[in-house]
């Protein structure tokens, strides 16, 4: 498989007034992204709220993005877990279903030395038939992944590539600066506005969850940055900024997920629900995100 490089939507997951997927919803979402010019698809991500998901569930979400796909671009499939055995389980059901792809951090919960994280890895990408893109979200999962971690990850058979969702650049400079060389493997920014730095300095796209709502702008950042177009680049670059201002407005730890939700919704693409125990949106909310999408699509 060539390196993947572009825009990969972490897919929040569209679900029914009872905590369900909405299946339609999912393909609506879907065929969004694909006609924003997105490269690829993860659904089961911390903007998915995938963790939170019964593994029976992650995997009928994980298939009906597959379905939707129809394989006109790759899905790369959330599988983290607590459990290793549950991350394998996950990675080998995605493969089954048809994913092209998975996405793995560190273990959460229980904080682990080097030596454990690396043979963690040995041991998932031995036993899963799919490559496998390490994933460094230390809010979420309690591990900050070093660079020499990284470093050594990489060399690992069946690891394709490395999200980074710390937002340390100076460690995320380290490893592009370090990994150069390597054309087989992918290098992803997670965080929205730092997308464009990361192109300019050799890496292969963003994981970006605003792409969930403004697929466009972030595909056209993208290609701005990659062919050097500074002008370009500072343009889109400000819509980002604007984007991130939605993610200021929800309640709590899922902040992101829930803005997203929201806007979808007024996209008429999807429900506006949260997973348990979240609370329902109230309307108040509803109007201060509908008002600063206005002001983002103003020209």
């Known amino acids: 498989m060539k390196r993947l490089e572009g825009i990969v939507t972490p897919m929040v997951t569209p679900l029914t007034a009872d905590g369900k997927q909405e299946v339609e919803g999912n393909r609506r979402l879907t065929e969004h992204l694909i006609a924003g010019g997105v490269a690829g698809l993860f659904p089961l991500g911390t903007t998915g709220e995938g963790p939170m998901l019964l593994p029976e569930q992650q995997k009928e979400v994980c298939r009906a993005v ?25 990675g080998q059901a995605a493969a089954r279903i048809g994913a092209d792809l998975v996405v793995l951090p560190p273990p959460c919960y229980v904080p682990l030395t080097e030596e454990e994280i690396l043979a ?78 990361s192109v300019l300095f050799g890496a292969a796209g963003g994981v970006n969850s605003g792409s969930n709502l403004y697929p466009g702008i972030f595909v056209n950042c993208w290609k701005a940055a990659r062919n050097g177009e500074l002008e370009k680049i500072r343009r889109c670059q400000e819509k980002i900024v604007r984007i991130q201002k939605l993610y200021h407005c929800p309640r709590g730890s899922s902040a992101v997920a829930e803005a997203l939700k929201i806007g979808l919704q007024i996209r008429g693409i999807c429900r506006n629900t949260l997973l348990a125990p979240h609370s329902p949106v109230p309307q108040e909310l509803e109007k201060r995100i509908a008002a600063l999408m206005e002001e983002i699509e103003e020209e």
């Open 66 to 90: 597959c379905r939707s796909a129809g394989g006109r671009i790759p899905v790369l499939a959330g599988i983290a877990s607590a459990s290793p055995e549950e991350s394998i389980a996950l």
């Open 120 to 197: 963690f890895y040995r041991r998932v990408a031995s036993e899963v038939p799919l490559p496998i893109f390490v994933y460094n979200m230390p809010s979420m999962v309690k591990t900050d992944l070093s660079v020499s971690q990284i470093l050594r990850l990489a060399e690992i058979p069946g690891i394709a590539g490395y999200k980074d969702s710390s937002g340390n650049m100076n460690a995320f400079h380290e490893v592009i600066f370090a990994l150069k060389d390597r054309p087989d493997f992918s290098l992803f920014a997670g965080p929205d506005t730092l997308m464009a730095e």
